[in-house]
């Protein structure tokens, strides 16, 4: 057997753990990942799946709301064929007596609209307030990924197939020879790697290290090497184009730019000029945005290596408190037009929004950072 990460939040809730799914393992379980899903969350998502079949929990789906469109996300969700599925808002039919279980997110954030009362909250971030009725299995390490494999290893039952030959062998619930372990730890792999920023963010521990190392072992090589050099499609190449003539000099060493607007399946090019931006030579924070059709709503990437700027202060200074988080340098915010439709505009009148969106916005950032 594998010895477990030995992370001591998990090790102190396992058991309370065990005991909820197996009282109730003959009703669904919602395992729910934020919107929008970053690969941290949909290996969350998945490696919690295979925690609740394994104690028996075999009525368990993974759902999210919003859109998987970064490109590597849809390359994790294409190679390894994730269970994850678009939740239904509105029409969703729930079982009566469903559970849920919130991974890589709490109660109450701005990008969790999935509008149920989790019964356990797995997560990695900051948590401001706990719920006594809530089970929390809690740390601040580098990735939910890193929490989600440890309680798969710390979770080990009796081999009841075994039974009347001696002592019964134990089974535990990541098992490295089991079909489908391969594409479990390549996922879980991928959501430490990305979520640690290769390791290099201040919130990775011994434990993200620790759990990677284990993983590297058991992974597909091959899958692992596909997601990570994901192929970009053409758009995001012409909306950066896009982004560098809209580029404002004067900001400098800041880099701020506007792509007029895209359509939601393809706003993903927004973190991916962000991230691209971010490594040009001088830059020490860069800001990229746009208004997205078909949600009616700006959203923005924030990135910055700058010691005298943080990044969710400078989220809330530009877009507005509650629109938006941040952690270890990179964030991002969603502003809706609440009262009118882009999409129903005339283009004169689009013109004008985007006018008045991109004035507004640089602004407020040369405010923030002047």
């Given at each position: 057997?594998?010895?477990?990460?030995?992370?001591?939040?998990?090790?102190?809730?396992?058991?309370?753990?065990?005991?909820?799914?197996?009282?109730?393992?003959?009703?669904?379980?919602?395992?729910?990942?934020?919107?929008?899903?970053?690969?941290?969350?949909?290996?969350?998502?998945?490696?919690?799946?295979?925690?609740?079949?394994?104690?028996?929990?075999?009525?368990?789906?993974?759902?999210?709301?919003?859109?998987?469109?970064?490109?590597?996300?849809?390359?994790?969700?294409?190679?390894?064929?994730?269970?994850?599925?678009?939740?239904?808002?509105?029409?969703?039919?729930?079982?009566?007596?469903?559970?849920?279980?919130?991974?890589?997110?709490?109660?109450?954030?701005?990008?969790?609209?999935?509008?149920?009362?989790?019964?356990?909250?797995?997560?990695?971030?900051?948590?401001?307030?706990?719920?006594?009725?809530?089970?929390?299995?809690?740390?601040?390490?580098?990735?939910?990924?890193?929490?989600?494999?440890?309680?798969?290893?710390?979770?080990?039952?009796?081999?009841?197939?075994?039974?009347?030959?001696?002592?019964?062998?134990?089974?535990?619930?990541?098992?490295?020879?089991?079909?489908?372990?391969?594409?479990?730890?390549?996922?879980?792999?991928?959501?430490?790697?990305?979520?640690?920023?290769?390791?290099?963010?201040?919130?990775?521990?011994?434990?993200?290290?620790?759990?990677?190392?284990?993983?590297?072992?058991?992974?597909?090589?091959?899958?692992?090497?596909?997601?990570?050099?994901?192929?970009?499609?053409?758009?995001?190449?012409?909306?950066?184009m896009i982004a560098w003539q809209n580029r404002r000099p004067e900001f400098q060493p800041n880099f701020?730019?506007?792509?007029?607007?895209?359509?939601?399946?393809?706003?993903?090019?927004?973190?991916?000029?962000?991230?691209?931006?971010?490594?040009?030579?001088?830059?020490?924070?860069?800001?990229?945005?746009?208004?997205?059709?078909?949600?009616?709503?700006?959203?923005?990437?924030?990135?910055?290596?700058?010691?005298?700027?943080?990044?969710?202060?400078?989220?809330?200074?530009?877009?507005?408190?509650?629109?938006?988080?941040?952690?270890?340098?990179?964030?991002?915010?969603?502003?809706?037009?609440?009262?009118?439709?882009?999409?129903?505009?005339?283009?004169?009148?689009?013109?004008?929004?985007?006018?008045?969106?991109?004035?507004?916005?640089?602004?407020?950032?040369?405010?923030?950072?002047?």
């Open positions: 057997m594998i010895s477990p990460i030995g992370n001591k939040r998990v090790k102190a809730r396992k058991d309370a753990f065990v005991k909820l799914v197996t009282e109730n393992k003959n009703k669904r379980w919602y395992v729910c990942s934020h919107d929008n899903p970053d690969p941290d969350s949909i290996a969350s998502a998945v490696g919690m799946l295979h925690i609740l079949h394994f104690l028996g929990a075999e009525d368990a789906q993974a759902v999210y709301r919003g859109e998987i469109s970064h490109p590597q996300n849809r390359a994790m969700i294409n190679v390894l064929q994730t269970p994850i599925r678009k939740w239904k808002n509105g029409n969703e039919v729930i079982p009566e007596g469903s559970l849920f279980i919130f991974v890589d997110c709490s109660c109450g954030q701005k990008n969790m609209t999935i509008k149920v009362a989790p019964q356990i909250v797995v997560d990695h971030h900051k948590i401001s307030t706990h719920n006594k009725d809530i089970l929390y299995l809690h740390d601040e390490v580098g990735a939910c990924s890193t929490l989600i494999f440890d309680l798969a290893l710390s979770i080990v039952m009796p081999d009841e197939s075994d039974e009347g030959e001696g002592e019964n062998p134990e089974l535990q619930c990541f098992d490295p020879d089991e079909d489908g372990s391969k594409e479990l730890a390549t996922a879980l792999a991928i959501g430490i790697k990305t979520d640690t920023l290769d390791f290099l963010a201040e919130t990775t521990t011994s434990d993200d290290f620790n759990a990677f190392r284990i993983l590297g072992r058991h992974l597909s090589d091959d899958k692992f090497s596909k997601i990570v050099n994901y192929e970009f499609p053409q758009y995001v190449l012409d909306f950066e701020i730019t506007g792509i007029g607007f895209v359509d939601e399946t393809k706003s993903d090019c927004i973190p991916a000029i962000a991230d691209k931006m971010m490594r040009l030579q001088g830059v020490q924070t860069v800001v990229v945005y746009g208004i997205v059709t078909g949600e009616n709503a700006v959203r923005a990437s924030v990135r910055t290596s700058s010691a005298s700027i943080d990044c969710q202060t400078l989220l809330d200074d530009v877009f507005g408190k509650g629109n938006g988080g941040a952690k270890q340098g990179i964030g991002g915010a969603k502003v809706v037009f609440n009262v009118f439709s882009p999409d129903e505009m005339s283009a004169e009148n689009r013109d004008s929004l985007w006018e008045l969106t991109k004035a507004q916005i640089e602004r407020r950032f040369e405010r923030a950072t002047g």
